[in-house]
Structures are given as C-alpha cells and as structure tokens.
C-alpha cells in the first residue's frame, strides 16, 4: 500500500471510544482551517454516524483483527478486509456480518504467502496483491472462485519492479515500480517511484503514466551495509485510484494532486489544487524526532528535518469525482480535519474526525475506517453513513 500514513511514515492508530460517532461538529478544528480552500456553500460540513463495527470485543463480537492492512467495498455495500492474523479475504455484509472467506495461505493458485493487499476492479472483480511473492490474483465478482494469477514484469530499461498494486482499469493494471537496494544504490533511486500499466499477462503496455520522487525516506549506504530510516515530517509520494478509474497522484507537500481518467479509454489528465496553510513542525516536535531516531540517523535528520509538515496526510478518492483529504495536525490538536474537494479543487464539504480514527474507503454515501479499542489496543473496523 502506497499511503504509509502519520508524519514518520508508518500507520499509527491512537485511541478513541464511542458507541455512536457523530463527526463534523467540531469548531475548534472548523476555526483552525477555516482558510483551507474555497468553500462552495456555507453549508459544507458532514456528520458521520457510525452504522457498524466489526471486531468489538467489549460488545462479544466474535471476530477479531490484527493489523487492518486491505480494505474494499463491492457496489452492493460489501466490505472486503484483509489483516495478519489470517492470510485470507475475509468478506463482510452491508451490516457487517461475517459472510465469507476468500483465498487462503499458501503457494497454488488462489493462495497467498502473506496477507494480501485488496482491491476491488470494474464489474467488482476482486483483485489480491500479495507483495511477498509480487504475484496479483483476480477473483471472479460472481462467488469469488480464482479465475488467474500473474507476476508483473520488471523493467531492465529503467531497473524498476512492481511494488504495489494500484488498481484495475478498463486499459489495463495500474502498479507502482521502484528500483531495488543495491550497493550502487543512492538516495535518489530509492525516492522514485513511477505508474506503469501492465495487461492481463502482466506484461507492461505504458511504461511511464505518472512518476514521482519524494523525500520521506532517508538512506545510510556504508561498504557493505544499507540502512533506512523515515524523514519524520518529510514529503511522501500519494497515489490511489478511485472506483471510476482514475489514477490521482502527488506529493504531499502541497495539495496539488494530478487526476488521469482510465474509463473508456485514457482521458487528458487534470489537475486539483487547494489553498493551503504550511502547518510548522515545533521546536518540541523538533526535539522528539531527533530523540526517537535510530543510531547513525540523528544528524541526518537534525540537517535535514523541515520547517514545515506536509500539507496533508491521507488522499482517498470516493468514487464520485471527489478527494477526502486529511490535513496534517497542528501539534496538540485533537482531532484531524477532512476536506471533499471536487474535481475543480472547490471545497464541496468538509468535516472533523477524533485523532486516531483512519478513513480507509468512501463509497456510496459510507465512510470505512478504522479505531483502537482503548484497553486491549485491538483495531476496530468502523462504517459511518455520510450526511449533510
């Protein structure tokens, strides 16, 4: 998955407990970004209420998550999940109930070594990344039976391989390639990242559809050795690609986000910029990054750490024509700010969720996320339905 999350590129999930959520009426974190953006109606905010969860121990649900890694939802308001307690698809109903599993661990077709990234693609096929083994695997949308597997190619042109599935388009399989660590590695090799779309075979049909460098990863090379470390505050590339095919990508360093329509063919591409305010890292946020770096790493990032943190954190697309973009945190805020911008960079809604709380997928009208319950640490799976 390409969105690590968090200023030090990791997924971090904090706290929160609620029995109802209902998001969007916070002013305090209204009043701070009151200026992201141009807004289209002075009625913009959205209230999220929760309609499920999935994975509460206190409320004796009986399935429990690991860490969430895949998360899809079909058109019918199926939800797909995918975590490391199981190498498997566990599916869910539109009320959450437990309704299936898919794939299961193991090397045939239809198996998976780790737990897979999900996907869901046109016509709701389901499509399973299993990184390990950089092997794609498509289900029939009908009962989810296997129907075939491959393994995208590398490039010796560019020395890139695939990475990370993106998602599936009517032109063909949009993937994420990078360069591999090598000895002769240097920063920039291991900072690019380029899109490339790769047909049924897996072989690749468009070699360069979008690329990005970013700078959120830091690279110690010695004789022998090659460490790495995140750049805490640092930009990082975003990439995902929406329900109706188009591939949005950037860097986080400023809300300018590049959209590549893919249905019914390759569409010109367009561009989505928001106003926004640089949020400054502290001089206590300063402080602790130095602290909690690894060994070998503390100067690199007392030379290198920026002034500024990344205009925003998370990029998910709703299906629809619009971006739900969480801003980065002022230091001490407790809550995070979303926006809903349109295709046009308007802001179209806007709303607030507690810190902690992960919007993973918006579809039809329904947020998808994630909480941790507070006493065992366990990731809850939340839906909220979207209203204004």
Not at 28 to 48: C, F, I, K, P, Y
Request: a negative charge.
């Amino acid at each position: 998955m390409t969105d690590p999350g968090g200023p030090y590129g990791v997924r971090i999930v904090f706290t929160l407990v609620a029995a109802m959520l209902v998001l969007g009426a916070c002013q305090r974190a209204n009043d701070q970004h009151s200026g992201e953006g141009e807004t289209s109606s002075e009625d913009s905010v959205l209230t999220l209420t929760e309609a499920f969860r999935i994975g509460d121990e206190s409320a004796s649900d009986s399935v429990l998550f690991g860490f969430v890694f895949g998360m899809a939802v079909d058109s019918r308001g199926h939800l797909y999940i995918t975590h490391d307690r199981v190498k498997r698809i566990r599916k869910f109903s539109k009320e959450g109930v437990l309704i299936g599993e898919i794939g299961r661990e193991g090397e045939g077709p239809g198996e998976f070594i780790d737990m897979p990234d999900v996907h869901l693609g046109p016509g709701d096929s389901l499509y399973a990344w299993d990184i390990f083994a950089s092997r794609l695997t498509i289900f029939s949308p009908q009962d989810h039976s296997y129907v075939t597997s491959l393994r995208p190619s590398s490039s010796e042109d560019d020395r890139l391989s695939p990475n990370d599935f993106l998602g599936a388009t009517d032109l063909g399989l949009l993937l994420q390639y990078s360069r591999g660590y090598s000895p002769e590695s240097d920063e920039s090799d291991i900072n690019f990242l380029r899109i490339k779309l790769v047909d049924w075979n897996g072989t690749v049909i468009s070699d360069s559809v979008a690329q990005l460098s970013q700078s959120n990863v830091l690279v110690k090379i010695t004789e022998f050795t090659i460490s790495f470390d995140a750049l805490p505050f640092g930009s990082g590339a975003r990439f995902a690609v929406s329900t109706d095919q188009v591939l949005y990508y950037g860097t986080n360093a400023a809300i300018h986000i590049t959209a590549l329509p893919f249905r019914g063919g390759q569409q010109p591409e367009f561009d989505i910029t928001v106003p926004h305010t640089p949020v400054p890292v502290t001089q206590s946020e300063r402080q602790e990054a130095i602290a909690n770096a690894r060994e070998g790493f503390q100067e690199m990032i007392r030379a290198r750490l920026p002034e500024v943190k990344p205009a925003f954190n998370t990029l998910v697309p709703d299906g629809e024509g619009r971006l739900w973009i969480e801003l980065t945190q002022q230091e001490g805020e407790q809550t995070s700010t979303w926006l809903v911008v349109d295709k046009n960079g308007l802001v179209v809604g806007k709303t607030s969720v507690p810190q902690g709380v992960q919007l993973r997928v918006v579809r039809g009208r329904r947020a998808y996320g994630i909480v941790t319950e507070e006493e065992t640490g366990a990731p809850i799976v939340v839906a909220w339905d979207i209203s204004s």
